[in-house]
């Protein structure tokens, strides 16, 4: 049984950081993605991973701020969020391709979806 388990949320002030873990059970996935949505909005992107983990991609607004990475060993990626804005809480969700995207950050080429983890920032 496929399974993308999500931790690590929680409530944080503006400007910490939280690390976003997600677990993957059932087999072996190619690219990674964390999405997000914020409550009365649609879910965007975040970033993304190769299966190598030489390739990731960023949404704009969390660039130079999130860092995504993989444990291939684990069957594990990472989302390292630091100087969280209060614009930032949403659930936030794994997800996990089967075909290898490079680190496409499109939406439609992930395969799994993880239950979510909810993240806030207060200010």
């Known amino acids: 049984q496929v399974q993308l388990v999500e931790s690590g949320g929680g409530t944080v002030q503006a400007g910490g950081s939280l690390r976003l873990s997600c677990a993957a059970s059932?087999?072996?996935?190619?690219?990674y993605g964390w999405f997000r949505q914020a409550p009365g909005k649609e879910r965007e992107s975040v970033a993304a991973?190769?299966?190598?983990?030489?390739?990731?991609s960023y949404a704009d607004s969390v660039k130079g701020r999130f860092t995504i990475s993989r444990d291939n060993a684990k069957n594990t990626v990472y989302l390292q969020m630091n100087s969280l804005k209060p614009e930032d809480t949403a659930v936030y969700y794994c997800?996990?391709?089967?075909?290898?995207?490079?680190?496409?950050?499109?939406?439609?080429?992930?395969?799994?979806w993880g239950q979510g983890t909810q993240v806030t920032v207060s200010s």
């Open positions: 997800a996990a391709a089967t075909f290898s995207y490079g680190s496409t950050l499109v939406e439609s080429r992930y395969d799994y």
């Open positions: 059932g087999r072996t996935f190619r690219s």
């Open positions: 991973i190769s299966w190598s983990g030489g390739s990731t």
